[in-house]
């Protein structure tokens, strides 16, 4: 069921009115029914997968269960491993079975050894590598002591098929998110307008910016043998605030809906595209994706600890797993490294961590060094995109070629140019509405204090959804 769909826009206020009225602020029935909810939300796309979902949660629940009682540590650390084993062995054959066939027959054809085999017609389930880490958190932080096992399984069950954030994040922590489950929960008519406020404002980067940009980013690079290299350019900027407008809009979504019913879900999106460095912008881009590595992988790695040899390692290893968990395709694996060669210079020379709090902080307009310092991020973001949407490597290779041609000052060739111009535009007020918003946790969150102003932007935004909707487009992220 998608956010921007007829079918969500009934399912909600069914689910909201049921919620808080007929349920009379039981804490078990209002879980029991968050769970029926968002089994129904995710069966409706393929009710078979919802078994995935349902073995899973009974097996991190009956090994949270199982740790307490266990006082061993080689006991805890098979139950720990049985967890990891049993989450990432069903990640590892719906996402990677066929690549690393395609990669086993490739590697042995290499050496002269042609082996016949056949690949699978594998159906990846939506979300699960989203629903996976999310689980996986219980496991580890129960098994770290950082976290008492629940023996509730209904609100256990709730927290790791919420519907909100279930198929595209934000990767919410069990010591975040799961204590909430437990606390009585009343309606609170401030946390409800503020969820409806960023369900607005994610529904109009979705709907507005990335739907429009993703016509013309997928006409580009579908074409792109055909394009010269200014429209090349173009298509490589479309699809950076498509990515943008469409996993940030799901989860401004998810975090305004999760308000709705009274739950607090982490910040995922903090204005990247305003980053000054490539640290910076990873510090702000899919945070719940970030951090999740960052202590379930990075640090037990040994963090920025030991000599250069070990931050060099860890620094690869954390991005290219990071651009493998994107998809079953060297192209991933690519952009992770790309980003890793970004991110060593600032790390090695211990500059990772200058750029702390907003840019331009109490100020209209950034200094000339920030401005610099945001556009040479921002370009190098964007190249880096251009592996993350590209097709194989020779078509990302053959893509940069292009636009190194000597097209590059051409008029671009492409279709209803005018349309392009007014999409441009669009994204030209979203960047503005975003810098004057960059404060607040979302674009529109601190708006102004007068009445007409606060309320002649909603309008405006309602009427551009409205206007500018365009085909109803599936959520990049529900690829992953």
């Known amino acids: 069921m998608l956010f921007n769909s007829i079918d969500f826009a009934i399912f909600l206020p069914i689910v909201f009115i049921l919620y808080w009225f007929l ?37 991190d629940y009956s090994i949270g269960i199982a740790l307490t009682k266990q006082k061993k540590t080689s006991h805890r650390k098979l139950l720990l491993w049985t967890s990891i084993l049993v989450n990432l062995g069903f990640l590892g054959f719906f996402k990677y079975y066929n690549f690393f066939l395609d990669n086993f027959i490739t590697a042995f ?12 017609n594998i159906v990846l389930p939506v979300g699960i590598s989203f629903y996976t880490f999310q689980t996986l958190s219980y496991s580890i932080d129960v098994y770290r002591r950082k976290l008492k096992p629940t023996k509730d399984l209904i609100a256990f069950s709730a ?11 934000p990767i919410e922590r069990a010591t975040h998110l799961l ?10 008519y401030s946390k409800a307008v503020d969820g409806m406020r960023q369900i607005l404002w994610g529904l109009f980067k979705k709907v507005v910016i990335a739907d429009n940009c993703a016509q013309f980013a997928n006409q580009i690079f579908n074409n792109s043998d055909d394009m010269n290299a200014s429209t090349l350019i173009l298509g490589a900027i479309f699809f950076t605030f498509q990515i943008y407008g469409d996993f940030s809009g799901y989860s401004d979504i998810a975090i305004g809906t999760s308000r709705l019913f009274g739950f607090d879900l982490m910040q995922n999106f903090n204005f990247p595209y305003f980053s000054r460095d490539i640290a910076e ?19 037990p790695l040994g963090g920025s600890r030991g000599g250069t040899w070990i931050k060099i390692r860890n620094t690869f290893i954390i991005f290219i ?18 980003n890793a060669i970004y991110f060593l210079p600032i790390m090695l020379t211990n500059n990772n961590r200058n750029n702390l709090d907003i840019v331009a902080k109490g100020k209209y307009s950034p200094s000339i060094k920030e401005f610099l310092s945001m556009i040479i991020t921002f370009m190098l973001t964007v190249f880096a995109w251009i592996f993350f949407r590209a097709n194989t ?30 999409t441009l535009c669009l994204v030209f007020v979203f960047i503005l509405i975003e810098w004057f918003g960059r404060t607040g946790k979302y674009g529109i969150e601190k708006t102004s204090s007068y009445k007409p102003v606060r309320w002649g932007l909603y309008y405006f935004l309602i009427l551009c959804i409205i ?9 990049i992220y529900f690829q992953f």
């Open 159 to 169: 927290f790791v098929c919420f519907f909100p954030q279930l198929v595209a994040g």
């Open 109 to 120: 054809s290499f050496l002269g050894q042609d082996i016949q085999t056949s690949t699978l």
């Open 281 to 299: 912008f990873w510090r702000r881009w899919h945070i719940s994706l970030s951090t999740w590595f960052r202590d379930y992988l990075y640090i």
């Open 467 to 475: 206007y500018f909707q365009g085909e109803e487009q599936q959520f």
């Open 23 to 59: 349920t009379n602020n039981n804490l078990k029935l209002q879980n029991l029914l968050i769970t029926i909810a968002s089994y129904l939300f995710y069966g409706w796309w393929d009710w078979r997968f919802l078994s995935l979902i349902i073995f899973s949660t009974l097996v």
């Open 393 to 422: 490597l020779d078509h990302a290779l053959n893509y940069i070629a292009g636009i190194f041609s000597n097209t590059l000052l051409s008029t671009p060739n492409i279709e209803n140019l005018n349309k392009v111009i007014l």
């Open 321 to 338: 797993v990071s651009g493998f968990w994107h998809g079953a395709n060297w192209t991933f694996i690519i952009w992770g490294a790309l």
């Open 179 to 188: 204590p909430q489950f437990y606390e009585k929960r009343k309606f609170d």
